[in-house]
């Protein structure tokens, strides 16, 4: 039987094996393993002959089996409060990215806005032996049991108190300051706020900041981040708020839903009442008119818990375990800079 009938039979039969490579290329079975897991260096004309040989005779690395070597699975799982959020489906996006660069896999688990599961989604992701977990909290509560995860844990945008973990979180604080300046320096000082009840870290800081800028007197609504909220607490506005010229609201998500109720009010935004939003997502420049608003670093924030995550793994110390990225402010149409 000729060797061509013989690659054949046995990709038929069975999958290559380790052994199948060092015969093909001619070298012991230990050269395969140590250039195959990059454990070791070898020769470039070794790991060359390896790779063409493993490239020959259709061999792939068994991760299952790799990963009990090595006791990695070069993966991370990523927890965020709800997908149909953009901004956290974003972040999911640029976590893949970093992680797919450096040859790494990312495994997600959605909370559906539920809190106290974080414990839980941690643990499952563990289960598929993940190296690290990235995680964006629903509630300002450290769920019991999250402190028990036996693997580094970075929290992005969000946070909770735990023992021994990162934060990587734009600064909100600095975001909504930025808004409000911005605002006025339009001329306009009668500002309301419409945002989500205080129950997560962010949600939190851009009252305290709307409160501290704006003043403890201006009108406050409060719900949660979805655009369904932002409709009614704009009807509401409508009805009871009259002495407003400028909505300051929580996310994009809200904006977008304060900016549909006034135009079906017959208002015309920015002329009648301008609106700001937080976050940036996709569809804050489809808007009409586009959304001013505050870009958070997606990018960054995603890469810099990655490689926070990275350090960790490795055993190293990290510099700041609370590192705070700087926010941007976007002017579009529903909130214009001045003539």
Same mark, same amino acid.
């Given at each position: 039987?000729?060797?061509?009938?013989?690659?054949?039979?046995?990709?038929?039969?069975?999958? /290559?094996?380790?052994?199948? @490579? &060092?015969?093909? *290329?001619?070298? #012991?079975? +230990?050269?395969?393993?140590?250039? %195959?897991?990059? $454990?070791?260096?070898?020769?470039?004309?070794?790991?060359?002959?390896?790779?063409?040989?493993?490239?020959?005779?259709?061999?792939?690395?068994?991760?299952?089996?790799?990963?009990?070597?090595?006791?990695?699975?070069?993966?991370?799982?990523?927890?965020?409060?709800?997908?149909?959020? /953009?901004?956290?489906?974003? @972040? &999911?996006?640029? *976590?893949?990215? #970093?992680? +797919?660069?450096?040859?790494?896999? %990312?495994?997600? $688990?959605?909370?559906?806005?539920?809190?106290?599961?974080?414990?839980?989604?941690?643990?499952?992701?563990?289960?598929?032996?993940?190296?690290?977990?990235?995680?964006?909290?629903?509630?300002?509560?450290?769920?019991?049991?999250?402190?028990?995860?036996?693997?580094?844990?970075?929290?992005?945008?969000?946070?909770?108190?735990?023992?021994?973990?990162?934060?990587?979180? +734009?600064?909100?604080?600095?975001?909504?300051?930025?808004?409000?300046?911005?605002?006025?320096?339009?001329?306009?000082?009668?500002?309301?706020?419409?945002?989500?009840?205080?129950?997560?870290?962010?949600?939190?800081?851009?009252?305290?900041?709307?409160?501290?800028?704006?003043?403890?007197?201006?009108?406050?609504?409060?719900?949660?981040?979805?655009?369904?909220?932002?409709?009614?607490?704009?009807?509401?506005?409508?009805? +009871?708020?009259?002495?407003?010229?400028?909505?300051?609201?929580?996310?994009?998500?809200?904006?977008?839903?304060?900016?549909?109720?006034?135009?079906?009010?017959?208002?015309?935004?920015?002329?009648?009442?301008?609106?700001?939003?937080?976050?940036?997502?996709?569809?804050?420049?489809?808007?009409?008119?586009?959304?001013?608003?505050?870009?958070?670093?997606?990018?960054?924030?995603?890469?810099?818990?990655?490689?926070?995550?990275?350090?960790?793994?490795?055993?190293?110390?990290?510099?700041?375990?609370?590192?705070?990225?700087?926010?941007?402010?976007?002017?579009?149409?529903?909130?214009?800079?001045?003539?």
């Amino acid at each position: 039987m000729n060797e061509r009938n013989t690659e054949r039979r046995m990709t038929a039969d069975r999958l /290559p094996t380790v052994v199948d @490579v &060092a015969r093909e *290329a001619g070298v #012991s079975k +230990t050269t395969v393993s140590r250039v %195959l897991s990059r $454990a070791r260096p070898v020769t470039p004309e070794s790991a060359a002959a390896v790779l063409s040989a493993a490239e020959r005779v259709g061999y792939r690395v068994n991760p299952i089996a790799q990963s009990l070597r090595t006791r990695s699975t070069r993966s991370m799982g990523l927890i965020v409060p709800n997908l149909t959020n /953009p901004f956290f489906g974003a @972040v &999911a996006q640029a *976590a893949a990215a #970093s992680l +797919t660069q450096q040859g790494w896999h %990312l495994l997600m $688990a959605d909370l559906d806005d539920r809190p106290g599961r974080e414990a839980e989604q941690a643990e499952w992701l563990r289960s598929y032996r993940v190296d690290a977990v990235l995680m964006i909290p629903v509630s300002l509560q450290a769920p019991d049991g999250l402190s028990r995860v036996t693997c580094p844990l970075v929290q992005i945008d969000r946070w909770v108190p735990v023992p021994d973990s990162v934060i990587v979180r +734009t600064d909100d604080h600095e975001g909504v300051r930025l808004l409000v300046d911005h605002l006025r320096a339009t001329g306009r000082h009668r500002l309301a706020f419409i945002g989500a009840d205080p129950t997560s870290s962010s949600a939190r800081l851009r009252l305290d900041s709307f409160r501290e800028y704006a003043g403890m007197g201006r009108p406050v609504l409060l719900g949660d981040y979805s655009a369904q909220w932002g409709r009614r607490a704009a009807e509401v506005l409508l009805e +009871t708020v009259g002495d407003t010229d400028a909505v300051v609201c929580a996310n994009d998500l809200i904006a977008l839903g304060v900016i549909q109720v006034l135009i079906e009010n017959g208002l015309r935004v920015p002329a009648d009442l301008a609106v700001t939003g937080f976050d940036d997502i996709v569809f804050a420049e489809l808007s009409h008119p586009a959304l001013t608003t505050i870009r958070q670093p997606v990018a960054q924030l995603a890469s810099a818990a990655v490689e926070a995550a990275m350090t960790l793994i490795r055993g190293e110390d990290l510099e700041h375990r609370d590192l705070v990225l700087p926010p941007e402010l976007v002017v579009r149409g529903s909130a214009p800079g001045g003539s």
